[in-house]
């Protein structure tokens, strides 16, 4: 009966304690909630196998049923707790490799970014487009990224892949003339002199996901 009643003080001191931090700092809460975020990716991160079987023993339909049945689950979740709408600040070009998880790449979950993913972080002028919208919808930094162990940039590298794939390879070897006319379009220009839009580059390790800045920057 003491033990029951002691744990029962334990669980109370702990939610007690929690509350406290959410009532104290913004800072905390944030950290806090990447922990939990983080815990959330521990529990699910060993469930290979689980639903999705990487090789020809699920069906696509297989796939998209238990991709659906997910979704509902997520869906009901998000019904029942609504999140506050954001006012993107910042736009994000990342190549469109699975490895790269962009809530981890800035261990934010708000909803701060606009998200344009491209094969090899390639900025076709539709793409160009996208960023120059998002800039005008009062996003003040855009972050071009690029990627450690590219598929698309090794692709455009051997000339095999070159053959079969020429109008992505084309634009990964485009990719340095592509950001200059992005940076050229007269509204990006001009934000970057007024001093309201800043574009940095940063390339991604990976297995990390740590941006890594050029020196020069
Ligand atoms: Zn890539």
């Given at each position: 009966?003491?033990?029951k009643?002691?744990?029962?003080?334990?669980?109370?001191?702990v939610?007690v304690a929690?509350?406290?931090?959410?009532a104290?700092?913004?800072?905390?809460?944030?950290?806090?909630?990447?922990?939990?975020?983080?815990?959330?990716?521990r529990?699910?991160?060993?469930?290979a196998?689980?639903?999705?079987?990487h090789?020809?023993?699920?069906?696509?339909?297989?796939i998209?049923?238990?991709l659906?049945?997910?979704?509902?689950?997520a869906?009901d979740?998000?019904?029942k707790f609504?999140?506050?709408v954001?006012?993107?600040?910042?736009?994000?070009v990342?190549?469109?490799?699975?490895?790269?998880?962009t809530n981890?790449?800035?261990?934010?979950?708000?909803?701060?970014?606009y998200i344009?993913?491209t094969?090899?972080?390639?900025?076709?002028?539709?793409e160009?487009e996208?960023?120059?919208?998002?800039?005008l919808?009062?996003?003040?930094?855009?972050?071009?990224?690029?990627?450690t162990?590219?598929?698309?940039?090794?692709?455009?590298?051997?000339?095999?892949?070159?053959?079969?794939?020429?109008a992505?390879?084309?634009?990964v070897?485009?990719?340095e003339?592509?950001?200059?006319e992005f940076?050229?379009?007269?509204l990006?220009r001009?934000a970057?002199?007024?001093?309201?839009?800043k574009?940095?580059?940063?390339?991604i390790?990976?297995?990390?996901?740590?941006?890594?800045?050029p020196?020069?920057?």
């Amino acid at each position: 009966m003491r033990g029951k009643k002691g744990w029962v003080i334990g669980v109370g001191l702990v939610i007690v304690a929690a509350l406290l931090v959410f009532a104290m700092s913004p800072k905390a809460k944030f950290i806090l909630g990447g922990v939990m975020v983080n815990l959330g990716y521990r529990f699910q991160d060993e469930l290979a196998n689980y639903d999705f079987i990487h090789d020809e023993s699920i069906t696509p339909d297989e796939i998209w049923e238990e991709l659906k049945r997910q979704n509902d689950l997520a869906a009901d979740v998000r019904e029942k707790f609504p999140r506050t709408v954001r006012h993107p600040v910042v736009a994000l070009v990342a190549c469109m490799d699975a490895r790269i998880d962009t809530n981890e790449l800035v261990g934010d979950t708000r909803r701060y970014y606009y998200i344009v993913r491209t094969a090899g972080s390639v900025l076709a002028e539709a793409e160009q487009e996208m960023l120059e919208l998002a800039v005008l919808n009062g996003v003040r930094l855009v972050l071009l990224t690029t990627h450690t162990d590219c598929a698309a940039e090794a692709a455009a590298a051997d000339p095999k892949m070159e053959e079969r794939f020429p109008a992505m390879t084309n634009l990964v070897d485009e990719r340095e003339r592509s950001i200059e006319e992005f940076l050229a379009r007269p509204l990006i220009r001009d934000a970057i002199a007024a001093g309201t839009l800043k574009v940095q580059r940063a390339r991604i390790d990976t297995d990390t996901d740590r941006l890594m800045v050029p020196d020069e920057q």
